[in-house]
């Protein structure tokens, strides 16, 4: 793996470990890695996103999963969606419904098994 590879697959999953924490910040990522907030930016744009869009969108696809999963029925949209690092239901559902077509709530009961 080359070490740009390398360093991305790094920052990706530090990442997807931290998806929880609404202050997640690309300062506290490339500090993390030793990076420059330039070489961090560089590493997502090869690969056509940002680091905030790139985070956005893993929040978001765990939100979806959650969503549909029998096991979390229980819990409210807002609390999965605590639960990945949205800080604000409003914004959360805001972003779900461009992403999906349909805000949370009404997206569980259309495709909840």
Do not use: K
């Not at 790139?54 to 605590?82: F, G, K, V």
Request: include cysteine; charged fraction near 25%; aromatic fraction near 8%.
């Amino acid at each position: 793996m080359a070490p740009d590879r390398t360093l991305l697959a790094s920052v990706q999953a530090f990442i997807d470990r931290r998806l929880g924490d609404a202050r997640l910040s690309n300062t506290e990522i490339a500090a993390a890695h030793h990076i420059s907030l330039r070489l961090l930016h560089r590493l997502f744009e090869e690969q056509g996103t940002s680091p905030g869009r790139w985070i956005r969108e893993r929040r978001l696809e765990r939100c979806r999963r959650d969503l549909l999963d029998p096991a979390r029925s229980h819990l409210p949209a807002s609390a999965i969606a605590w639960d990945r690092g949205f800080a604000s239901p409003a914004h959360f559902s805001r972003v779900f419904r461009a992403a999906y077509g349909h805000p949370p709530g009404t997206y569980r009961r259309l495709w909840q098994c």
